[in-house]
């Protein structure tokens, strides 16, 4: 009896040592910094390189397309893991309507320095920062901003709320946990999602932040701006369900776009002009004097 007690325990303790080392991984992959070199990429339309101090101490980097008076000012914010150079295509229709453009790279991302991706936290300074500027470098311009998953949810995180004139999100979760929750299942099935008990208190450590603070779904009520959020009927990451959830949550005048067999990411790659015409339309009845 002693022997198979002694052996329970042995098993127990090694699953919990496995756990352990599991979830260690999974929180370094998730935070982890994703530095790419951007500048030796020069995009195939005039853009200005532009440095902008945030209040933690770095230098956001960014591309900056000067565009017609009265048009307008966008921020566009990428993706996790991702940089400026996901939102080239959208810069560059935008460009070519008349919008005045900034393309940043968060912290941790691209050319910006910083020590670990915070799901939105310290990214949201870097959005801020980068609003402060459009409003120095434009001061009669309407601003908007348009953000993809961290992106958005960096926009949503911003504290105090951002002072804007057309929000557009993309692809953004409710809860921090929800979205744990659906990439544990859809990377390692539903056995996987009970990893999450363990995973988000290691967040928490990594961060030094409580997780319920990263919710967008506490924060787009204080948004008031118009609002116009973008899901997929395919997204694994973030379900249609979730991002209704988050448009009744938001403040009007908002609207809601679903596109049909888009998935997580790419919105504008795979709705094309349709795309196009639907972020022009919504940008242009608030920003354009």
Known sequence: MQTLLRWLAIQFAAILIL???????????????????VEILVPDFPVK??????NNHHTVHGWLIEGRPGHGAVLLVHSMRSNRLEMLGRASFLGNQGYSVLM??????????????????RESNDVAAAIAYLREQF??????????????????????????????LESVHPT???????RLRLHLGE?????????LPYFAFLLDLPVNELNPIDRIGSLHAPL???AGTQDQHTTQSEAAHLFVAASPPKEFWVIEGAEHYNMHTYAGKTYEERIDDFLSSYLRK
């Open 176 to 182: 921090f946990a929800q979205a744990v929750e659906n």
């Open 228 to 230: 116009l959020l973008i």
């Open 19 to 37: 756990l352990g080392i599991v979830t260690v991984i999974l929180g370094e992959i998730a935070t982890g910094p994703a530095p790419t070199s």
């Open 49 to 54: 390189n532009v440095r902008i101090n945030t």
């Open 104 to 121: 940043i790279d968060l912290q941790a991302h691209g050319e910006t320095p910083g020590d670990r991706i915070t799901f939105g936290a």
């Open 191 to 199: 056995t996987g999602v009970y990893l999450k008990f363990l995973l």
């Open 139 to 168: 001061p009669r311009e309407r601003i908007g901003a348009i953000g993809a998953t961290l992106g958005a949810a960096a926009i949503l995180l911003a504290d105090p709320p951002l002072r804007l004139d057309a929000v557009i």
